[in-house]
């Protein structure tokens, strides 16, 4: 019997918007475009959305690991966020922080946090959105008029436009160096911002923490620098679970230790903090966890054969609010663009 052999599309598949990244950056930009009638695929590396937005499950336990609450300044934000108050997803938590000694800060402006952590609160931003988890994109070369993505060294993707939302350190590396050459300049003022690593634990008490309300504390002893109860916050009401993070200090000078190593060392540290013992912990490194300078701008982009926008807390104000402000104002650009170019084809 003759085989009929199976013709590839030369590019795999073809979308007219990639976002890499599902990050609060990533999210916040497909949804604009989504209201705009534009439909990205979301190339995301993890096996759920949020990035540093992440809320685990440990040992009975339920932590917002990463992002403990975020601040909404900005008109564009709130009005972003509205929708999530709204449906419930998410809620002021607090006017303000006591120190660990309980001693409050002055009641200022809102924090607010995922009624379900803030990892679910991503989850519900990504419900309707084209997204491919599990997908990293190992590469991105420049095509004729397009981008060309490998993910996992083997799927091919070609886009028109592609918006990088990782922290810019990882984005740059996936430029091809053949386009990280051409681009040189152009790249620059990206290359200037290094990031900060962090140290998170996630720890299963066996009773109360103790801490004040709302359920965290800023700490400065040298090692530790947060620490939040969970089951106060609300996420978490079957266990004794806190997170504990670690000062920048910390996290730099124990940079060469496995995670594991180092966060047992914080455990230790955090437990003076603490009215019960820590019975297990789960620890988490990011390379990336905080840039070191914010550009003053929303986003940026480089005008190669083929556009290449970049977003995310490196921009704007920062943190997560700068993330989202990032990605809503790259994603404007990109609809104003594929506007332009439709309205000069008809
Ligand atoms: C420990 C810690 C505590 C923090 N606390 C707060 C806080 O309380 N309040 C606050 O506002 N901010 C806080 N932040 C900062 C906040 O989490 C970030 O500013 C924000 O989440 C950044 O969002 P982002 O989308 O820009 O980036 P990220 O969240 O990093 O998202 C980038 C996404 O890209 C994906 N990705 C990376 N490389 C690839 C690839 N090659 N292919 C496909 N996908 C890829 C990643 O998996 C990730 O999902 C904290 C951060 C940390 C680490």
């Known amino acids: 019997m003759r085989r009929i052999r199976q013709q590839q599309p030369p590019h795999g598949e073809h979308h007219s918007v990639v976002i890499i990244g599902a990050g609060m950056a990533g999210l916040a930009a497909a949804h604009t475009m989504l209201d705009n009638g534009i439909s990205p695929l979301v190339l995301e590396a993890e096996s759920q959305p949020g990035g540093r937005c992440v809320t685990v499950a440990h040992d009975g336990g339920v932590f917002d690991l990463g992002a403990q609450f975020f601040t909404v300044r900005d008109a564009a934000f709130r009005q972003f966020l509205e929708n999530r108050l709204d449906a419930g997803q998410a809620r002021e938590w607090t006017r303000g922080f006591p120190d660990i000694s309980g001693v409050s800060e002055l009641a200022s402006h809102p924090r607010y946090c995922g009624v379900a952590g803030m990892g679910a609160l991503a989850a519900s931003l990504a419900r309707d959105i ?16 397009c ?11 070609k886009a028109d436009m592609v918006l990088m939302t990782s922290p810019l350190p990882s984005a740059l590396r996936l430029i091809s160096d053949e386009n990280t050459w051409r681009m040189g300049a152009l790249l620059l003022p990206l290359t200037g911002v290094s990031y900060a690593p962090r140290l998170a634990v996630a720890a299963i008490l066996d009773g109360p923490s103790g801490l004040p309300a709302p359920g965290a504390a800023r700490v400065d ?77 929303d986003y940026y982009l480089v005008e190669g054969r083929a556009p290449l926008y970049f977003a995310g807390d490196a921009f704007s104000r920062g943190q997560i609010e700068g993330a989202v402000l990032s990605g809503i104002a790259a994603a404007n650009a990109i609809t104003t663009r594929l506007s332009a170019t439709s309205a000069t084809a008809e």
Do not use: C, Y
């Open 221 to 297: 002893d040298g090692a530790v620098s947060w620490i939040a109860d969970n089951k106060i916050k609300g996420i978490s009401p079957d266990a004794f679970a806190v997170t504990i993070h670690a000062t920048r200090a910390f996290a730099e000078n124990h940079g060469d230790m496995p995670a594991d190593a180092a966060g047992n060392l914080l455990a230790e540290a955090a437990a003076a903090f603490l009215e019960s013992d820590i019975t297990s912990a789960l620890s988490r490194r990011w390379e990336h966890g905080a840039p070191e300078s914010i550009l003053q701008r």
């Open 130 to 145: 084209q997204i491919r988890f599990n997908s990293r994109v190992k590469g991105i070369v420049e095509g004729r008029a």
């Open 147 to 157: 981008w060309f993505l490998t993910v996992d060294n083997s799927e091919r993707i």
